[in-house]
């Protein structure tokens, strides 16, 4: 099985909250499509998406769901063949970069007017991951807040900063609660709401780009 090859249905998770904040015939810029299973929705929805994944096996099973898929990494890419993008997607990606600040300033360029980027970056100020340090644990795992893949790590304060030291306003903040099997996801929400830097296990913002 590939990496990220799945779609989340939760309608508290990331995959569905950022699918409604596009909606419907929208440009679309999916960095990180891995194998399309964001894109195959999106295009359902009536969108075109462009995709841009590292991995080629990924990237040849995403091919049929966007227009067109560039098998590179976005922070070595020069230039991208498209542009004027109603959304620019960076779903949980922004945490496997080297230089995140970067590659969020750099695509800017390929926006439209009036166009949005919108990004989820995992939570590590977690009280799960507080917790296991209290007891001197710091392990990284396959999935999640702490995937061995992980460069960067944010925590509510420093997403924010993030966006905006690229240049761009946030104008929608939510967040993704870490569900357990054992509570309900409404339940869930409503209490990492209430401490976004405790208890949520990812923020997701939309990032309009500031006016000159």
């Not at 405790?198 to 000159?212: D, E, R, T, W, Y």
Request: charged share 25%.
């Amino acid at each position: 099985m590939l990496r990220y090859d799945f779609f989340d249905s939760n309608p508290y998770g990331v995959h569905m909250k950022a699918l409604n904040l596009v909606g419907h015939n929208k440009k679309v810029l999916e960095i990180g499509c891995a194998t399309g299973t964001m894109s195959k929705r999106l295009a359902q929805n009536g969108c075109e998406v462009i995709g841009i994944e590292i991995d080629e096996d990924s990237a040849k099973i995403a091919k049929n769901y966007c227009r067109d898929v560039l098998t590179c990494d976005v922070e070595t890419i020069e230039h991208l063949p498209y542009c004027d993008f109603d959304f620019i997607l960076l779903l949980d990606v922004l945490e496997h970069l080297r230089s995140p600040l970067e590659s969020l300033t750099n695509l800017k360029v390929y926006l439209k007017k009036g166009g949005s980027i919108v990004v989820s970056i995992p939570n590590v100020a977690n009280w799960r991951v507080r917790w296991d340090l209290l007891f001197g644990r710091f392990e990284y795992t396959e999935y999640g807040i702490l995937d061995r893949t992980h460069l960067r790590f944010f925590n509510e304060n420093s997403a924010r900063e993030l966006l905006r030291d690229a240049g761009f306003d946030i104008a929608e903040f939510d967040i993704v609660p870490r569900v357990s099997i054992h509570v309900r996801s409404s339940f869930a929400y409503a209490i990492a709401n209430f401490r976004p830097n405790f208890f949520a296990g990812q923020f997701i913002m939309v990032g309009k780009l500031v006016s000159p």
